[in-house]
């Protein structure tokens, strides 16, 4: 059984700055993903690294994060710069295999104050 690992959530100001990290098994993932989800909403996709080189990011975050694939820690970050109340979530790392099986990180949260 596979799973992900996250690390590097916690608490922040607004305008402030957070790394998320996903530990990567030795898998070929089709694309790994970050999600969020705050109480009561649904769970939104703001990251996407597909194939290991494209890169897609929701209207909200775009600008502010990136995804990237370190191969030397062999992780997939997220770095998370100018970050708003509204990014205050659960954010949650996925990676797809190429049968479309979905692995999932323990979650990690991201408070952002003002």
């Known amino acids: 059984q596979v799973q992900l690992v996250e690390s590097g959530g916690g608490s922040v100001q607004a305008g402030g700055s957070l790394r998320l990290s996903c530990a990567v098994p030795?898998?070929?993932?089709?694309?790994v993903n970050w999600y969020r989800q705050a109480p009561g909403k649904q769970r939104e996709l703001v990251a996407s690294?597909?194939?290991?080189?494209?890169?897609t990011y929701a209207n909200s975050v775009k600008g502010r994060f990136t995804i990237s694939r370190d191969s030397i820690r062999k992780s997939v970050d997220l770095q998370m710069n100018s970050l708003k109340p509204e990014d205050t979530a659960v954010y949650y790392c996925?990676?797809?295999?190429?049968?479309?099986?979905?692995?999932w990180g323990q979650g990690t949260q991201v408070t952002v104050s003002s």
């Open positions: 996925n990676g797809q295999t190429w049968g479309r099986t979905d692995y």
């Open positions: 690294l597909d194939g290991s080189i494209t890169t």
């Open positions: 030795d898998i070929i993932f089709r694309s």
